[in-house]
């Protein structure tokens, strides 16, 4: 079993719809997480960098971390085309030298 | 703002030859890594980098060398590339391990 999972999609959904993008994960250590986002044939950008439980909201983007269940999430509100890339959860824990990434949700936003 | 440089952005080899991929950082981080991004696979580390002169492995480090000279560049060398190595390779770096990574664009290797 992978120390972090996330649904691979496609994901895809109309313009100005709200998506909902997961991750789960299994070691309970971990203190830090982290949504990017990847356009085509580009490297991960980050978007969100949270630490431990609760919610931040940055425009259009909610961060969402339940330690208690092991699950983040990452909410995109009036979602755009622009919006269409692979977004990868990211986690780590104070100490260690690497992050653990899920695999990837592609994620199309349709006109 | 240059962040995370990657050199080249594309190359073709053949089976057997030898090629270094250079990452250039001009944020002073101290952290530095090397991934491959395969469809399905996600990114996987090959190797990383706490500082200047060390070097450590990740989870796919065979096939691979690593160096890290100077503060701001790291190299990621195929001694005998196989067609197994076909892939996008993604250059990153951090300040501390805890903080994101900035991400390059990528090099895309085509091994035949």
């Known amino acids: 079993q992978k120390e972090v999972e996330q649904d691979p999609g496609p994901l895809s959904v109309p313009e100005g719809a709200i998506v909902s993008l997961n991750c789960t994960y299994s070691?309970?250590?971990?203190?830090?997480f982290m949504w990017y986002r990847q356009y085509s044939r580009k490297g991960p950008e980050l978007l969100m960098y949270t630490y431990s439980s609760g919610n931040k909201e940055d425009g259009r983007f909610t961060a969402q971390v339940d330690k208690s269940s092991k699950y983040i999430s990452l909410f995109i509100r009036d979602s755009q085309p622009s919006d269409s890339a692979t977004y990868l959860c990211a986690m780590t824990i104070q100490g260690a030298q690497k992050l653990v990434f899920g695999q990837g949700t592609r994620l199309t936003i349709n006109p | 703002n240059a962040g995370v440089t990657q050199t080249p952005k594309f190359r073709v080899l053949k089976t057997g030859q030898s090629m270094t991929l250079l990452c250039a950082q001009d944020?002073?981080?101290?952290?530095m890594y090397w991934y491959r991004q395969d469809p399905g696979m996600g990114l996987r580390l090959i190797h990383y980098?706490?500082?200047?002169?060390?070097?450590a492995k990740g989870e796919v480090p065979d096939g691979y060398n690593v160096s890290r000279l100077k503060k701001q560049n790291f190299l990621l060398g195929l001694e005998s590339a196989a067609p197994s190595q076909t892939s996008v390779y993604f250059c990153a770096s951090s300040p501390q391990s805890r903080w994101p990574q900035h991400f390059g664009d990528g090099t895309r290797l085509s091994i035949l």
């Open positions: 980098s706490v500082g200047e002169g060390t070097t």
């Open positions: 944020m002073n981080h101290e952290y």
């Open positions: 070691n309970s250590a971990f203190q830090y």
